[in-house]
């Protein structure tokens, strides 16, 4: 089992930047890959960024350029820089560990980007 616990949401003007975090606490931190997922109000949920166990890194198209996913195994967490956000960007953050037939959420948090 793996628990996993994201922070730092909130409100934020366009063009203002946030950093996520998710601590994951239960299980090997270093051998999931971990994904930034966002739902906004009447959307399917999508993958955002992805950093696999190895630092492989992938982002959506969206927020290429824009978004940096990072990792530190000795602290358990995953971070999701977010820069020149858009009022699009709104959205509920989660937190998702990942390894064959093994998949965990974090309950999520908001982002709001609006003046």
Do not use: H
């Not at 992938?58 to 940096?68: E, L, M, P, Q």
């Not at 996913?69 to 999701?80: F, Q």
């Amino acid at each position: 089992q793996v628990q996993l616990v994201e922070s730092g949401g909130g409100l934020v003007q366009p063009g203002g930047s946030l950093r996520l975090s998710c601590v994951a606490s239960g299980s090997i931190f270093s051998i999931y890959s971990m994904c930034w997922y966002r739902q906004a109000p009447g959307k399917q949920r999508e993958a955002v960024a992805t950093i696999t166990s190895g630092g492989v890194t992938n982002y959506a198209d969206s927020v290429k350029g824009r978004f940096t996913i990072s990792r530190d195994n000795a602290k358990n967490t995953v971070y999701l820089q977010m820069n020149s956000l858009k009022p699009e960007d709104t959205a509920v953050y989660y937190c998702n560990a990942a390894r064959p037939l093994r998949s965990y959420w974090g309950q999520g948090t908001q982002v709001t980007v609006s003046s």
